[in-house]
């Protein structure tokens, strides 16, 4: 199956690239990156989730790309980046840092962005310092940072070792995801979509997660099911705003809810109502406002940090 089926049309397409890289990990891995945007605008690095690539923040790109420095990258076995024998927390942080180094200058600031596993990524990286060097805000969105398979809700069950263990072999399954069909389209929707979820979105999401190779997705799905990162939470100290959607159902909002409780520098999070996991592509101008928003707040439009050091970003929707 193509490593690249997103799709060619309309607002989910990805936008093409201003400049191709290849930064390299501390093991060797090889990541492609994408730089989109004017070379001396304000940098914003996306960090993609579990199964997806660059093409999963098209949305993003596309707007912010006209007056924003936007860095995007593959993470390890993911759209262009080959695959690794090395699949840990430790090897997301690295591949971060790797990114980092061959994108931003010497002290250069940016907002760093995750969605699910990204997020992790910020999460794994937070005391780094080459993440520490960089970052000057962050935006975690549909994430958590330990228990993910227990309160996944992906299967309608109650609670318990039950619903835990179905959970486990569902998303570890080593099937492969075959042709986005129509019913593998509901199905994506139902696990991981809000059911207000267009057809454009689903379709969108569905062609980018069938095209992970699956034992890429089942790898890293090993690595989510152990994942404990509370540790990161508390050292992911730069200003950090949160979102999710009310109806997700792989990190549901008690995980966002946690973060919140647990980030030293929290500067607001947002519940969407009736939304999914897949939120920069079920709500992509207000994952993109809230973009713009950290960049306003935390940077002075040159790379460097701001001295809005105590601004807060405004709850709700």
Partial sequence: ????MHVAHGAYAPPAPARELTAVSADGARLHVEVHG?????????????????????????D???DHRVIAYDQRGHGRSPASATCTTEALADDLEAVLAATLAPGEKAVLVG???????LMAASARARFREHAAAALLCSTGSSRLVAEA??????AGRLRTRLTKSVLGSRA???PVTPLARRILKYATMGPGSSPGMVEACARIVHACP???????SVVLDLVD????????????????GTADRLTPVVHARALVAALPNCVGVTELTGLGHMTPVEAPELVTSRIRELVGTYMDGTGSAGSAESAQIKEGA
């Fill in 229 to 244: 990162l509370d540790h990161g939470v508390r050292e992911l100290k730069v200003p950090t705003a949160v979102v999710v």
């Fill in 64 to 66: 912010l790309a006209a």
């Fill in 153 to 158: 809700r992906v299967v309608p069950l109650r």
């Fill in 38 to 62: 004017p070379k001396n605008a304000p940098p914003v690095v996306l960090a993609h989730g579990w199964t997806c690539s660059t093409a999963f923040w098209a949305a993003q790109i596309r």
């Fill in 176 to 178: 492969p995801l075959g």
């Fill in 1 to 4: 199956m193509s490593r690249l």
């Fill in 115 to 121: 969605h699910s596993m990204g997020g992790m990524t």
């Fill in 214 to 220: 699956r034992n890429v997705r089942h790898a890293w």
